[in-house]
């Protein structure tokens, strides 16, 4: 799977642990930045892996901050981007089985590291349910 990858400073920790498990599981990961632990403005790094995402260069996105909040909400203002905001496997597999979420959200401050690994993997593997949650998706894009 093609997955782009964005953070701010503090999430840049966990997305350098994301970019090194999913590579080794055969995901192709392109990183849109930060590079660093210094302080940096979110939607400088969470727009261009929006708006990949919602141009079809890649499949999946992943945003990351502290809270994953901001990160969230910055995403979600790109056309075509269902982006959820996720603390535990069972949050990122509802975020797909319902809602067809095309980009995940996680908070560094909000999240343990042993869990990291298992909320990811848990949103990528999920499939959409489809059936009643499509109309309401179709509401959504619409009102977009």
């Known amino acids: 799977m093609k997955i782009a990858i964005g953070t701010d400073h503090a999430g840049y920790r966990y997305k350098e642990k994301i970019k090194g498990?999913?590579?080794e599981a055969?995901?192709?990961?392109?990183?849109f930045g930060t590079f660093s632990d210094e302080s940096c403005d979110y939607p400088d790094?969470?727009?261009?892996?929006?708006?990949?995402?919602?141009?079809?260069?890649?499949?999946?996105g992943i945003v990351l901050g502290g809270s994953g909040n901001g990160e969230a909400i910055?995403?979600?203002?790109?056309?075509?981007?269902?982006?959820?905001?996720?603390?535990?496997?069972?949050?990122?597999?509802?975020?797909?089985?319902?809602?067809?979420?095309?980009v995940l959200s996680l908070g560094e401050r909000m999240i343990y590291e042993d869990q990291l690994e298992a909320i990811v993997t848990t949103w990528l593997e999920t499939p959409f349910d489809g059936g009643r949650h499509e109309r309401r998706i179709q509401k959504i894009e619409a009102s977009s």
């Not at 055969?26 to 990183?31: A, F, P, S, T």
């Not at 910055?74 to 067809?100: F, P, Q, Y």
Request: hydrophobic share 45%; net charge positive.
């Open 26 to 31: 055969g995901h192709e990961v392109q990183d």
């Open 21 to 23: 498990f999913l590579t």
């Open 74 to 102: 910055a995403a979600n203002k790109v056309k075509g981007i269902r982006c959820a905001v996720c603390w535990n496997t069972l949050s990122a597999e509802m975020a797909r089985r319902h809602n067809d979420a095309n």
């Open 45 to 60: 790094f969470i727009f261009p892996v929006a708006k990949a995402v919602a141009a079809g260069d890649f499949e999946r």
